[in-house]
């Protein structure tokens, strides 16, 4: 096992949208939203671009590790998709920070950043000593339909990163990917060609089977958290923090409950930052290693789950 985790960042859109903001538009309420979700405010890209946010995240984690951009090897950037389609955002992100890295983007959805993770890993078993920036970023808010109460109300932006070197932190790592559209589908532009009749151009806005993700989710944090923690050869009950993808306070809960485990031992965020897709698990682990929660040789495991179907978790020890 082969990597360190030396230094973590994050970045927020400035602004704040309540529950109570969207009645404003949407026929919900806060009652609704809280008790289904635990949500109460997200982050929303207005002023922002996608970049700027990943940009932020990304200089945030370098200055945290004390790296110079000059000196990555590799940056790595999980995301359903930048500003634009190509350059990849990975690559803008470079520009700006005037590094000289190959870059590339990684779309695992929701599982982002655990992908991004096991990507890095793969680079570093290679023995050779590398810097990698792993960039978490979603904007979930130009994917969703903001007529649609029954996803627009769950959904935020935001970014996370990480600078991940060779070390031995580590412990386990496992991905799973089910194809299925019907659950949660983003459809694209199809484009204009005068051939393709009318009917044929999907509505390109986030559409999602709820009862089946939160189905699907909390088996798959219980299955994950019991094939990683074995694979590390460790008890569940070892774990000192778990950091769950933050869709959902009830998905959570549920899987505790179902694996007999103290919610202290969840990490949930969930509360003002809605669900921010890749970035929900760096954006905690940033917030946890800037307020001292994280103390060395701590075993914490990630936990994802999102579109594909895709699936991640890990076991690390923290050691920065
Ligand atoms: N406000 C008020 N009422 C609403 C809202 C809303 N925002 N949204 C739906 N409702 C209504 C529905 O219309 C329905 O009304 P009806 O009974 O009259 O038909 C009722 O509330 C119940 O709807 P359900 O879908 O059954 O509500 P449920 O308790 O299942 O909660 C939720 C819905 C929150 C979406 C839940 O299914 C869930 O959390 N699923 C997982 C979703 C998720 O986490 N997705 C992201 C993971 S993947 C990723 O991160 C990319």
Redesign the pocket.
């Known amino acids: 096992m082969s990597f360190s985790i030396i230094g973590t960042g994050s970045a927020l859109p400035k602004t704040i949208q309540t529950n109570s903001d969207?009645t404003a538009f949407?026929?919900?309420?806060h009652d609704?939203?809280l008790s289904?979700?635990g949500i109460e405010a997200r982050h929303i890209c207005i002023e922002e671009s996608i970049l700027d946010i990943a940009f932020t995240a990304s200089i945030n984690a370098l200055e945290n590790a004390d790296i110079n951009p000059k000196h990555l090897d590799l940056i790595i950037c999980p995301t359903l998709g930048g500003d634009t389609i190509t350059p990849s955002l990975a690559c803008l992100v470079q520009e700006k920070l005037g590094a000289t890295c190959p870059a590339f983007d990684i779309n695992a959805?929701?599982s982002g950043f655990v992908y991004g993770l096991d990507v890095a890993d793969a680079y570093l078993s290679r023995g050779k000593p590398m810097t990698i920036l792993i960039i978490a970023v979603d904007a979930?808010s130009k994917l969703v339909d903001w007529t649609d109460?029954?996803?627009?109300?769950?959904?935020a932006d935001g970014a996370g990163a990480a600078v991940v070197t060779n070390g031995d932190d580590l412990k386990s790592i496992y991905l799973s990917a089910v194809g299925n559209q019907h659950a949660?589908d983003i459809p694209w532009a199809k484009g204009n060609h005068p051939g393709l009749s009318e009917k044929e151009l999907p509505i390109p806005y986030l559409i999602?089977d709820?009862?089946e993700?939160?189905r699907f989710?909390i088996t798959a944090i219980c299955d994950d958290l019991r094939r990683v923690t074995r694979d590390a050869g460790i008890a569940l009950e070892d774990l000192d923090l778990i950091i769950p993808?933050q869709?959902?306070q009830?998905?959570i809960e549920g899987a505790a409950k179902r694996l007999k485990l103290p919610m202290k031992k969840f990490v949930l965020r969930v509360k003002n930052q809605g669900?921010t897709?890749a970035a929900?698990i760096p954006l905690v682990l940033d917030d946890l290693n800037r307020h001292g929660q994280l103390k060395p040789g701590m075993l914490i495991a990630l936990t994802a789950?999102?579109?594909g179907l895709t699936t991640g978790a890990c076991v690390l020890t923290w050691s920065k």
């Open positions: 969207l949407l026929d919900t309420s609704w939203i289904r979700t959805a929701c979930m109460r029954s996803t627009a109300v769950l959904f949660l999602m709820g009862p993700v939160y989710a993808h869709a959902n009830r998905i669900n897709s929900s789950f999102g579109g």
